[in-house]
């Protein structure tokens, strides 16, 4: 059990909750997306691949290692296989501290990222930046965009290598030509809010037509 303000919850629990709430907003829909969650020190809850995830239960969870990724505790199910974003899950956890991620297959996420001028996108003049940890209504937030890649896995060199643009330190996104965003906080709470907020600014951009 972990605590939100004097609020217990289970992190599974929750995890699962979030699936169907983004499957809702058309988010993770058609067995896309995914999504992971720190549960204790070195253990990493992940979805599994493939599958609805309106429907993932806890016991459909994997529990990997933080760290190298090896699977600690599959789930009941045998024939369910890891998400194939663990990589780049672990990749963010381990160069900004994350706890959770999410992985989104928006279409207001790809349309986005077809306004992105060479490798990033600058979002501007709109108040829900604040919801960005040291951003404010008045900044130009760059948030960076790569290509996508044939296999998930592929893009982890990429996502590595635009976390240490220092461009792109406040950032909490990473958008994926003709793919999504990866979204991440601090703990699954902080996930969701960045989550909630980044798909209202790509949302409001791609309403702009890009226009400032």
Do not use: Q
Request: proline fraction near 5%; charged fraction near 25%.
């Amino acid at each position: 059990m972990s605590t939100y303000g004097d609020t217990f919850f289970d992190v599974r629990e929750l995890l699962c909750e979030l699936l169907r709430l983004f499957y809702a907003k058309n988010w993770v829909s058609g067995t896309g997306g995914g999504i992971c969650a720190i549960e204790s020190p070195g253990r990493l809850l992940l979805a599994p691949t493939g599958v609805h995830k309106e429907r993932v239960t806890p016991d459909d969870l994997f529990v990997v290692d933080t760290s190298s990724g090896e699977v600690l505790e599959p789930p009941r199910n045998a024939n369910l296989r890891p998400s194939e974003c663990g990589e780049i899950f672990r990749a963010i956890i381990a160069a900004r501290g994350a706890g959770s991620v999410v992985h989104s297959h928006a279409l207001s996420a790809v349309l986005a990222c077809d306004l992105a001028a060479d490798d990033c996108l600058a979002i501007e003049k709109l108040e829900m930046l604040k919801g960005i940890p040291g951003v404010t209504n008045t900044d130009r937030h760059l948030m960076p965009v790569i290509s996508n890649t044939p296999r998930e896995p592929e893009l982890t060199s990429e996502v590595a290598r635009v976390l240490a643009d220092p461009r792109f330190e406040k950032t909490r996104s990473i958008g994926v030509r003709d793919h999504g965003a990866y979204l991440w906080g601090a703990d699954l709470w902080e996930a969701k809010k960045h989550t909630e907020v980044y798909h209202f600014l790509f949302e409001a951009l791609v309403a702009r037509g890009g226009r400032s």
